[in-house]
């Protein structure tokens, strides 16, 4: 299994990114999917997750600004952000808990940074 991240970069606050894991020898369609940040200096914390049956959770601080989604055609996780402020700035990581492998997988990670 390999995820590649991509998507992040430099915004400003206020503003928007959306980022993509695209997935290969798992189906995420029938995975629980996830993805996590780490701020410079802080453990890694988990943002958004979706189920394999498509239920959502977010973390508070990113409620109403964020969405996680799943895109069959390009096997892909995707997180849109939306309002963001420095705090989201961090590492962002994809995690898939493959259902076809049993086990759990990380992407490479993609760099977020709001500026004020």
């Known amino acids: 299994v390999q995820l590649q991240a991509s998507g992040g970069g430099m915004v400003q606050a206020g503003g928007s990114l959306r980022l993509s894991c695209a997935a290969s020898?798992?189906?995420?369609?029938?995975?629980?999917v996830a993805w996590y940040r780490r701020a410079s200096g802080q453990q890694r914390e988990l943002v958004a997750t979706?189920?394999?049956?498509?239920?959502?959770d977010y973390a508070e601080s990113v409620k109403g600004r964020f969405t996680i989604s799943k895109d069959r055609r390009k096997n892909s996780v995707d997180l849109q952000m939306s309002s963001l402020k420095p705090d989201d700035s961090g590492v962002y990581y994809c995690?898939?808990?493959?259902?076809?492998?049993?086990?759990?997988?990380w992407g490479q990670g993609t760099l977020v940074t709001v500026s004020s």
């Open positions: 995690n898939v808990n493959s259902t076809r492998w049993g086990r759990s997988y």
């Open positions: 020898g798992t189906v995420v369609r029938t995975d629980d």
């Open positions: 979706m189920s394999r049956g498509g239920s959502t």
